[in-house]
């Protein structure tokens, strides 16, 4: 299985400023059809988890700008540009490019 | 967009089984992949299983497998989760989800003596 690991694992961030959450891979995550399946997903509490970005670096429809992703190869990361109070919440990498497919442990975010 | 609907958690006894149903609506069911994925009280995510747009192609985690079987009726729009000889370790929550990008808000499942 493909090991997902997330850091830090929780994050207090003041209002405004950036924030970032790293994923390391166990493994390299392109498919054999070129693409590379990892994407973040924000689970604000009490409710299901939400795609934000998807394809390592796109941004679902909806998730405001100021969530961007990057990496390559094993590494990747997910960046807040300005937290806002709305992003509180548990973020999670996950890889869909082998099965079974696999999340990271999830990263807190809290408000400072 | 769309919408999934998931039903039939409970509490249940080790051993004993359950249905899960997701009903979909607002999409060409068909046309998708769909999954379940679990939480544990407290916990992380957890993929459990997914089934191909015309039901021929599954995987299982290995944490399910021979338990568990997902299948699907693209002609009622309805994802379906058969779960037998259930362990304390399956409560969570059961989410189904469009690829990763359209969750369910799931249903409980406690399995406790």
């Known amino acids: 299985d493909i090991v997902m690991t997330q850091t830090p694992l929780s994050l207090a961030v003041t209002l405004g400023q950036p924030a970032s959450i790293s994923c390391r891979s166990g493994?390299?995550?392109?498919?054999?059809?070129?693409?590379?399946?990892l994407s973040w997903l924000q689970q604000r509490p009490g409710q299901p988890p939400r795609l934000l970005i998807y394809g390592i670096s796109n941004r679902f429809s909806g998730v405001p700008d100021r969530f961007s992703g990057s990496g390559a190869g094993t590494y990747f990361t997910l960046t807040i540009s300005r937290v806002e109070a709305e992003d509180v919440g548990v973020y999670y990498c996950t890889q869909a490019t082998e099965f079974p497919h696999t999340f990271g442990q999830g990263t807190k975010l809290e408000i400072k | 967009q769309g919408q999934l609907v998931e039903s039939g958690g409970g509490v249940v006894q080790p051993g004993e089984s359950l249905r899960l149903s997701c009903a979909v609506s607002g999409f060409t069911f068909s046309n998708y992949a769909m999954h379940w994925v679990r939480q544990a009280p407290g916990k992380g995510l957890e993929w459990v299983t997914d089934?191909?747009?015309?039901?021929?192609?599954?995987h299982y985690a290995d944490s399910v497998r021979g338990r568990f079987t997902i299948s699907r009726d693209n002609s009622k729009n309805m994802l379906y989760l058969q779960m037998n000889s259930l362990r304390a370790e399956d409560t969570a929550v059961y989410y189904c989800?469009?690829?990763?990008?359209?969750w369910g808000r799931g249903t409980l499942v406690t399995v406790s003596s």
């Open positions: 493994e390299g995550l392109v498919h054999s059809d070129g693409n590379t399946y």
């Open positions: 089934i191909s747009l015309d039901g021929i192609y599954t």
């Open positions: 989800a469009k690829g990763f990008d359209l």
